[in-house]
């Protein structure tokens, strides 16, 4: 039964792959841009825009390409160390570091086999770019979950940096639930890092252990998407259960409340606490119910699409949608939601204002959306 997400979806996915209508049929009149598609890639997890204005994208199998948006050509950057591509885990998210121009480092996070089963782990490596592809050298793992377990789920394991620049990871639970409450895993947290995967000074816990320092805060579950908004305030969306998706407002030592309450349901329909019984709890700032799966999130900072500046823009897989949300003060409120028709992946906004989307699964393709 904790599998129903995927079922669902999957089913969704077989439903949507038979009765899929073409894309030139849609009523495109309400669609609040122009989608330019810029090429397709395998089960694709995130992407990361280059100086030279390429794109690494990952592919969860294993595979890091490199598209030029401007001809499509596709190539590869070898030198990714193995994956664990089983459930929901693979090869999963991307980053440049902050002085990548200068060093040429970038960050993977991925999930990865030990004793125990599957984790997450994120490793840092030089990248060096031919016109065609690129590789990874010298890679370093530089952090990684502290437990493992079979059933290859809810990694997470988003990677941002900060203003500060400090590594930001997004620990999800591996579908463990307690452990986000125990401050000897790293488990449901979010983990705030030097560059070089020490724990950064002055985190919450530092005092408590090696890896309570990691810890900047507790009780996530599968926490998906993380981005800064204009004023260095940190939000978060994570997936609920059966039910009880979050758009939280993330705090330096703060207690999101997972497992112990949530808006949402076991997915044996077993009834979890809400949140207002325990406000010791960080209360989401939005939650969905029913879901909306989201997978990715940026809070929108251009010029290009004006009146959404400071809106949270997530993408959404069982709800096969982007999701508009504005934030007035810390109140989130859905303001709208497009339907895409397929499983949406991720999400990041280029420097001219463009917000770019990934979709998931075979054939996820990568798309620029502008203003109509
Ligand atoms: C990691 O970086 C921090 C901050 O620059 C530094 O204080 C620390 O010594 C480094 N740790 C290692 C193991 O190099
Ligand atoms: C329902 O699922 C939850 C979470 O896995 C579990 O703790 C609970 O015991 C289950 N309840 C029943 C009646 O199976």
Redesign the pocket.
Known sequence: M?HLRLSVAYALALLTGTLAVPSQHLDTRQTPWKSTPITDFAEPWAFAFLPDNRVLVTERRGNLRIVDPTTKVKGTITGVPAVAYAGQGGLHDIALHPKYAENSIVYISYAETGSGGAGGAVARAKLTLTDSGGALSGLEVIWRHSQRASGGLQFACRLLFGPDGALWISSGEINQ?TPAQSMTTNLGKMIKLYDNGTAFAGNPFASQGAIQSQIWSLGHRNPLGIDWDAQGRLWEVEMGPMGGDELNLIQSGANYGWPLVCEGK???G?AIPKHSTRPTFAAPKANWVPVISPAGLIIYKGDLFASWKGNAIITGLSSQSIVRVTITGDVGKEAQRVSMGKRMRGVREDKDGAIWVIEDGTGGRLLKLTPN
Do not use: E, I, W
Request: without cysteine; glycine residues 0%.
């Open positions: 904790m639930m076991h997915y044996n077993t």
